[in-house]
């Protein structure tokens, strides 16, 4: 779907003019058939402008009946006008070809902020992904191919620009967490996100098991082994800003399918650990965004890619496996494989990239979603200004974090027996545990946010900016993050 900014109205299919709370009666809307009728048809419905709220109305005139859509913007805030963006394409995908939106209907214009937030949720929330349906009844078909927005600040096409860049990111995002796992597998994820950046600029790298093996990467190959799949580490590298301005990592789980390994899963709901790539599918779109948009900083983006399988050659819990770190792990639960490819995944970055900061995104525990269910993801911290960074990137984004307690008495808890550590800690406080876990593999001096992102990247049902499934959790999130504290 596309978005155009004019000056002038268009021919489109709907004419949608945007109200603010209890705004009805500020409303101006310019032509005498829909002024007589759209404020009396808000008064005898319960429209009254609450964000993304929505009332349609037909108005006659000139032989013919027009469609005009009351679009809610509540108060106007940035969030607001998200909520609207996706509501009204949540209405009309399928029941419209083209709509225009009506900003100087408003009393007050809305922020340069307001107007792409807005334009960009429209966009995200057409998103869908049917390429393995060959039956789409014809009424379930997208059929808005274009939003218009009439009257908006002469900034805003501009300011656009940068949205739609994170969108392409938002969209790579969404496809990796959506194919199933017979088609997304390490070597394929690597092939397609490839495929999909190609002349953006991004340095590649991608180690194959055997390059991973002489760097001594036991913990990420121990859960690769008991796969027939190839275990990939992929590594994207953009050099947007200055050659001695400091480096930032992002680090991503991504498990292509996590059966569980030998601790295998029950089967019910198996199939939902498909989207245990999510973290890396984050850290892909993400750098797909900023390199779009010609970020000026210098961001590393790392994938450790594995399948968690049982097999003949699966790790065992009670081994003892060797990180690239030179620590010692007993796994004691195969299940607990996010955080061995994870410890891989951050020595090599550091070891290769020196990089000031990391924030590494992973679908890590179950328990997370038992804290906080699917409004906020997790955030870990050894760094208060980092952490402070992020939640604000979150809040601005609607992309909400909450931050969780790291301390020495939680790290004691995956102490060994046989090895340094064990991968898994006691029943409670799973989530902290493997926080913790993952510190132990951060350099001093380094600031290190771990983000729990397994209630977010998939959704049972339709949010503001995206349909049922996966959410692109985290892309819109990384892009605020890197413009406010690296290029800012
Ligand atoms: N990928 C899972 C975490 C997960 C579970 C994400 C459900 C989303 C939904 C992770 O690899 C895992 O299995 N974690 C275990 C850890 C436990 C063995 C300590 C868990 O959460 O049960
Ligand atoms: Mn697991
Ligand atoms: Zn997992």
Sequence with gaps: MQIAFSSVAQADDVL???IEKDGIDRAQWGVAEIADLAPLAAKASTFKGDAGSTLEVFVPGNGKVGRVV???????????WRKAGGALTAKLLTQASSASVHLNALATAPSLDAVTAFAGAAVQRAWRYDVYRTKLPETSRPTLTRIAIVGAAAEAEAAYAAIHAVNGGLELTRTLVSEPPN??????FVERVLNDVEGLGLEVTVLDEAQMRDLGMGALLGVSQGSVREGR?????????AADAPTLALVGKGVTFDTGGISIK??????DMKWDMGGAGAVAGAMKAIATRKAKANVVGVMGLVENMPDGNAQRPGDVVTSMSGQTIEVINTDAEGRLVLCDALTWVQKTHS???IVDLATLTGAMIISLG???GGLFANDDSLAESLLAAGKATDEKLWRFPLSDAYDKLIDSQIADMKNVGPRGGGSITAAQFLKRYINDGVAWAHL???GMVWSDKPGVNHDKGATGYGVRLLDRFVADRFEA
Excluded: Q, R
């Excluded at 088609?183 to 394929?188: F, M, T």
């Design 16 to 18: 949608v003019f945007p």
């Design 70 to 80: 009351l679009l809610g913007v509540g108060s106007g805030s940035e969030t607001d």
């Design 183 to 188: 088609k997304l597998y390490p070597e394929s």
């Design 233 to 241: 580490l992929l590594v994207l590298k953009w050099n947007g800003g």
């Design 266 to 271: 029950p089967a019910a709901g198996m199939e």
């Design 355 to 357: 990089p000031s900061t």
């Design 374 to 376: 699917h409004e906020h």
């Design 452 to 454: 729990d992102i397994a």
